[in-house]
Every structure is written in C-alpha cells, then in structure tokens.
C-alpha cells in the first residue's frame, strides 16, 4: 500500500516537472519572439549621405604706397621726403587699401596719423568716398598725435571679387605756403602715417533695414582698434583713448 502512494507522489511530482518545463519553454519562446522579433521589421536606409562643410569668411586686407621706401620692416615701410620747404611743390605720397578675392563685405577704415609739428607745416585731402568717422589725440614718443579715421564699405555684390582704393586726393601731400616760427625741422617731429583695418559687415551690423548707424560703425571700429592695440607696445600709464565720433546718420 505504501509503495502504490509512493508511486502516485513522485508521478504527480513528474507531471508538475514537465508543466512547469513546459510553461518555462512557453515564456522563454513568447519573449524571444518579442525581442527577436524587430528584425523581421521592414528597414531601410538611403543611398545617400548629405555632408556640410562650413568654410569661415575672411577679409583680405593690404596697404600699399608707390615709390621706393627709406626703410622697410616686418609690418612697417618708410618713405622719408626731403627738402620739404614752404610753397614747394607737393610731394607723392599715394596710399592705397586693397581689399582682394575672397573677402567679405566689411567696414574699411584708414587711421591717418599725423604729428602737431606736421599739421604745422603740410596739408592733404582725403579722396573721395571716404567718409569721416572718428578723431582722437594720443600720446607717443612723448609727442602728440592727431588721429583722424575714415571709413567706406566694401560690398563684394557691388564692388565685385576685389577692390583698391585711394586714399589721398591725387595722391599729394602740400607744403603749407609758410611755416610758423618755431616749428621742428627734426624728421621725427614731421610724420604722416596710415594704417588699413577691417570688419565684418554683416552680424555687426544690427540695425533692422541693414543700414549701419552710429553704433554699428562704432561697434565695428572699436573692434579693430582693440585688435590694434594688441600689436602696440604698452605704455607706462596705461592706453586710454577717448573717440570723438562725428555724427553719421545721415550719410
């Protein structure tokens, strides 16, 4: 009697086992299926690949004089004029800004530097198109000089690939018909200088119809002048400059 019981334990034992297999195998299948079954969904992929390369904007800038210079160095030519005498004849001196292929549209400007002792004794004219911007005085060499700025705007739609601009009205400077008493005749005492910067026009440039106004071009020329002041020799006091701006709005 105990064996019949014993028997009847371990087949139901055997019958629980395998359903229990059975549900087991059941699962793992139905997961499986659920898993494995994403690669059966219908894929595919384009033939194509779309690739974008952004070529940054740049501005090519030179500034260049005829004539055969006294001195030249790295960043820096001199053309030394002798004999200038009142009432003499004037003398070549022809500046030009080039602005070549490749560049964007941008703010041009030139920085005329002139010493007191020169403002003394010679004039110039500025040619045509350029448009007067700003004025400031500093000090250098323990001597004070006048600087005068002028801008234009170099549109590549307008101008085309490249363009070259004048900056002396018929490329002279003149001798003043007398020069007053006391003036310096030391050649580090009379000195005209130039000096060509640019800026990107557009994303300066905030005014809504695209028109730069007076805090577009100040916005513009105070970024070249601190990129200048980066290649200056620092001064004992410090490089302070105040910029008188002349009204522009209405060119």
């Known amino acids: ?6 028997n009847r334990a371990e087949k139901t034992v055997k019958k629980f086992s395998m359903s229990a297999v059975a549900l087991v195998l059941v699962s793992v299948m139905i997961f499986g299926c659920a898993i494995g079954g994403t690669l059966a969904w219908l894929t595919t992929l384009s033939k194509e690949t779309v690739k974008n390369v952004f070529v940054l904007g740049d501005i090519k800038l030179s500034l260049s004089q005829s004539g055969t210079p006294t001195l030249e160095s790295e960043g820096e030519t001199l053309f030394e004029h002798k004999n200038f005498l009142p009432g003499s004849n004037p003398v ?3 500046p030009k800004i080039s602005v070549g292929i490749g560049s964007v549209k941008c703010f041009v400007f030139v920085m005329v530097s002139a010493t007191e002792n020169f403002s003394k004794v010679g004039t110039y ?3 045509e198109g350029w448009i007067p911007l ?3 005085d500093e000090t250098q060499d323990e001597k004070t000089v006048k600087n005068l700025v002028f801008y234009r705007i170099f549109d590549p739609a307008v101008d085309g690939d490249s363009e070259e601009y004048n900056v002396i009205k018929d490329g002279v400077v003149r001798p003043l018909a007398n020069f007053p008493e006391g003036v310096s005749y030391s050649q580090e005492d009379t000195k005209l200088n130039f000096k060509a910067l640019a800026c990107q026009f557009d994303g300066v440039t905030q005014s809504t119809d695209g028109i730069p106004n007076d805090a577009d071009l100040a916005r513009a020329w105070e970024a070249v002048y601190s990129k200048l002041t980066e290649t200056l020799e620092p001064t004992e006091e410090g490089r302070v400059v105040n910029f008188t701006y002349v009204n522009n709005s209405n060119n």
Not at 1 to 6: D, F, I, K, L, Y
Request: aromatic letters at 14%; hydrophobic letters at 40%; charged letters at 25%.
């Open 125 to 127: 004219e500025m040619t």
């Open 92 to 94: 070549p001196v022809d």
């Open 1 to 6: 009697m105990r064996n019949v019981e014993t």
């Open 134 to 136: 700003l004025y400031f």
